[in-house]
């Protein structure tokens, strides 16, 4: 069985980023390297946590998200990339939290792992099982999800966007500070 999990994890960390920005978020790049320098762990994906702008539609498609944040955000940024939407559709904001998918040598690691992360505060987690193969999803509560743009108008006000600018920011640095705890941590 190790020799499976060793000839998985080698190569599923050859492969290219399958991500459409190509590259790992840099507030998430160290937990991952640490992680994949451990025996029993590699990652499968992550996400440092980001702000969406996307159209509401219930399948998975090819230009879904108009636009993509993976930083803090400013009220005018989202002011003027709202305005220059043209899309006669509706458009949902969604801030996310930061996500973690760890494949585990063993369901002891990834109990393990799982009990770490809870620790320093990634709520929302568990452990995926099948056959023989463990993956542990971390995740946070820390999210916002509202429609935000409908045939062409923007559907809030400013002060709305403004208290949604701050809350996702808080949202996003409380997600980076659970990163770096786990780093800490392993």
């Known amino acids: 069985m ?5 000839r998985r994890k080698k190569d599923v960390l050859s492969k290219i980023d399958k991500s459409s ?4 978020d840099k507030k998430i790049i160290n937990l991952c390297e640490k992680i994949n320098s451990l025996d029993d762990y590699y990652t499968t994906s ?3 946590g980001r702000i969406v702008i996307m159209i509401d539609n219930e399948k998975k498609e090819p230009n879904l998200f108009v636009y993509v ?4 955000i400013s009220f005018k940024k989202l002011k003027d990339d709202l305005n220059k939407i043209k899309i006669k559709k509706l458009i949902r904001y969604k801030q996310e939290p930061g996500i973690l998918h760890v494949a585990c040598e063993s369901l002891k690691d ?3 792992l799982l009990d770490k992360a809870k620790l320093v505060g990634w709520k929302r ?6 056959g023989n193969r463990f993956v542990v999803e971390l995740t946070n509560t820390e999210k916002l ?8 108008k923007i559907l809030v006000d400013d002060n709305f966007l403004k208290l949604v600018v701050k809350i996702s920011n808080e949202n996003l640095k409380k997600s980076w500070l659970k990163i770096e705890k ?3 941590c392993l």
Do not use: T, V
């Open 46 to 48: 992550s996400c440092a």
């Open 145 to 152: 999800e509202f429609p935000i743009f409908d045939n062409g």
């Open 69 to 72: 944040y993976h930083d803090l």
């Open 21 to 24: 920005k190509k590259i790992w």
């Open 125 to 130: 987690s568990g452990i995926i099982a099948s």
């Open 182 to 184: 786990l780093h800490k």
């Open 2 to 6: 190790q020799n499976n999990f060793i």
């Open 110 to 112: 990834a109990q393990k």
